[in-house]
């Protein structure tokens, strides 16, 4: 069993409409990130949160827009997706180790731990 | 930028053997990490091994191991005494030490496990 929780596992739905992934951890962890993933493909990072607050967009359409509400979760809604959005959307978390006097942490060492990934189609 | 190469796309190995999945990469950072990751047909990413530059010492977690060598920029991955359960898409990571998150992705290689 995976330690980070992606719902639901498969999503099918319109061009018109609007939904949500949702990731849940709780190891604790306070970096959290969405990947897309297509066939046969390797990972692609589009969003990265370092203490809840967003660090990293990779230049992902607006159609795509993350959330994290708490430490131990991390949404992304969907609205007016693309048929080439349809793709294996992962969720990771990691730890962030503080170093030295800094305040922003440095979580490169921590290996993130991935979910099981939502499976979407977009009709 | 980083890039992370894997030049074989599919590989095979008989069960009980030993199989190489070799991964070279591209940096001018003198510190950073290098990952494993497996991917199984249920889709979940699982991180099979970790290596820090700095470190000289080849990783090693049971069954796997790495053959790291930094002067070439190569990080290989052995799998020694090959299960069913090993058949999966491998992919090599790179991540830079401090400031970024970005894991840094080879293309992957699929590893078929034949009885």
């Known amino acids: 069993d995976t330690e980070v929780t992606q719902t639901p596992k498969h999503l099918v739905m319109g061009m018109t409409n609007k939904k949500s992934l949702k990731c849940e951890q709780h190891?604790?962890?306070?970096?959290m990130y969405w990947y897309k993933q297509k066939a046969k493909k390797p990972p692609e990072l589009m969003f990265v949160y370092s203490y809840e607050k967003l660090s990293i967009n990779e230049s992902v359409p607006s159609r795509f827009s993350p959330e994290c509400p708490n430490s131990s979760l991390l949404n992304l809604h969907l609205h007016a997706l693309q048929p080439e959005d349809s793709a294996l959307y992962l969720c990771a978390s990691s730890q962030i180790r503080r170093t030295g006097g800094s305040s922003t942490g440095d979580n490169s060492n921590q290996p993130q731990h991935f979910g099981d990934g939502t499976r979407l189609s977009i009709l | 930028a980083q890039t992370v190469t894997q030049s074989q796309p599919e590989m095979s190995v008989q069960e009980a053997e030993t199989v190489t999945l070799s991964c070279t990469y591209d940096t001018s950072e003198s510190d950073y990490y290098l990952f494993w990751y497996k991917q199984p047909p249920s889709r979940q990413m699982i991180l099979v091994i970790r290596q820090e530059a700095y470190k000289q010492q080849n990783a090693t977690e049971n069954r796997f191991s790495v053959n790291f060598q930094k002067a070439a920029k190569s990080f290989s991955l052995k799998i020694s005494d090959s299960q069913l359960g090993d058949a999966a898409m491998y992919f090599c990571a790179y991540r830079s030490l401090g400031g970024s998150e970005k894991l840094v992705f080879g293309k992957g290689t699929k590893l078929t496990v034949n009885p």
């Open positions: 190891m604790g962890h306070r970096a």
